[in-house]
């Protein structure tokens, strides 16, 4: 199943090593950094294809019926996951009920439908058109569906809201969970170099004719290699995928300077405004988020206190932090142990959508809370200020190019 020159170029170092057959359950990794390559599964189309079907019925259950239903003083209040995002809407926070629409709703839901579309032709083996263009986009997609993110969100919802009342959790909710499970085994059973082989390719139009000034470029996303003449590679197209081909990410360093620097900016005013407004029986609390693991914590769920404290304030400050290290270790070409420099950007990359808990949590008390004057809950500025930091920073660790911090070394020993 190797590419036709049996080369693989490492997208976390840049490397271009030789691709050996894995067999099921095993995967290769990268000789240089340790990056894995890919993994093997075996009937990794049809069984990736039987969870995606299972997946979409379970989204359409969690996004049909009840999520949970909260009761406080005799008056009582259910939501639908809809709810939530809907209420942000209302209130006039448009902007972060895109961002909690988008990806406890939409994102899912066009990533599982788009990968019917993709599993269905390769089964059957046909090639549509869209076919590779489709799957890249996917790819990109996938991060921002964050499933298991809102669960986590809802289970804090739960515990804060299980201080003021009685909240029983509906069938919309089992339905999420079994989602969370059904499409991470479907991601994980995925091979997607049999996706990617299913594509045939126009005929070599370039690489052969003894044309010797060629560059080997490496697709970023499907890893077609294609051989292009000399600085004919920042304007083609892979034949396979049809992304842009480039030797590195365009101005990787400028965009995410600016995107971590406009982050940093408004991470002071997400940490500094409430982003929940709890009011109960006419007494009104405003909540920043360290205020919020602050009353966690002094209530004894130091457990959730901590989570909401590292998803919320910690994983921000890591990825603002660590993304400026690497820029500034890249730009002063550092030779400073680059695994370790490799690990950090697979770490930042990792965590990143975890700081959505907190945006997840806020629609669903803004969603249910909503008792008059017994009980209200609003969100606050910071929500929309700390939304946007985790869009940014989410944006940011994307725009680097982990392969830089190798460039400087290869440079280096000449
Ligand atoms: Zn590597
Ligand atoms: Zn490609």
Redesign the pocket.
């Known amino acids: 199943m190797a590419t036709a020159t049996g080369q693989i170029e490492c997208e976390g170092c840049g490397l271009l090593q030789g691709a050996p057959a894995v067999g099921p359950g095993e995967s290769a990794h990268c000789g240089r950094c340790n990056q894995r390559l890919y993994h093997g599964v075996a009937n990794s189309i049809d069984r990736a294809l039987a969870l995606t079907i299972a997946a979409l019925i379970l989204l359409a259950i969690a996004n049909t019926f009840l999520f949970m239903v909260f009761e406080f003083k005799g008056r009582s209040e259910a939501n639908r996951i809809l709810t939530g995002v809907v209420g942000l809407w209302r209130l006039g926070y448009t902007p972060l009920s895109l961002l909690v629409g988008f990806a406890s709703i939409f994102a899912p839901a066009f990533y599982l439908s788009g990968m019917l579309l993709v599993l269905v032709p390769v089964k059957l083996g046909r090639s549509p058109g869209y076919l ?1 263009p489709l799957f ?1 986009w996917l790819g990109a997609l996938r991060p921002w569906s964050m499933l298991e993110v809102y669960l986590l969100g809802a289970f804090v919802a739960i515990v804060k809201l299980g201080q003021l009342a009685s909240i029983e959790l509906d069938l919309a909710f089992y339905a999420f969970a079994g989602l969370i499970l059904v499409s991470t085994a479907s991601y994980a059973s995925l091979d997607a170099r049999q996706v ?1 082989s299913a594509i045939p390719l126009p005929r070599s139009p370039s690489g052969g004719g003894g044309a010797r000034a060629s560059d080997a470029v490496a ?6 290699l294609s051989h292009l003449p000399h600085g004919a590679a920042e304007s083609a197209r ?6 842009r ?1 480039h030797g590195r990410k365009p101005h990787s360093l400028q965009r995410t300077w600016a995107l971590v620097i406009a982050a940093s900016v408004l991470y002071i005013p997400a940490n500094y405004y409430p982003v929940l407004i709890i009011e109960v029986l006419g007494k009104k609390e405003p909540n920043t988020i360290l205020g919020g693991v602050e009353e966690l914590i002094s209530s004894g769920m130091w457990e959730i206190g901590t989570l909401v404290f590292i998803a919320s304030i910690a994983v921000p400050m890591l990825k603002l932090v660590g993304l400026s290290l690497l820029m500034i270790s890249v730009h002063w070409r550092w030779n400073w142990r680059p695994h370790d420099r490799a690990v950090l950007y697979r770490v930042i990359e990792y965590i990143g959508r975890w700081s959505m808990i907190d945006m997840f949590m806020t629609s669903i008390l803004v969603a249910l809370v909503q008792l008059g004057a017994l009980a209200t809950i609003d969100p606050g500025v910071g929500a929309t200020c700390f939304g946007a930091v985790v869009v940014l920073t989410m944006f940011a660790a994307s725009g680097f190019d982990p392969r830089l911090v190798w460039d400087a070394l290869e440079e280096s020993d000449g």
């Open positions: 590779g890249r990617w697709c970023s996303t499907c890893g077609l892979c034949p396979r995928c049809q992304g081909l």
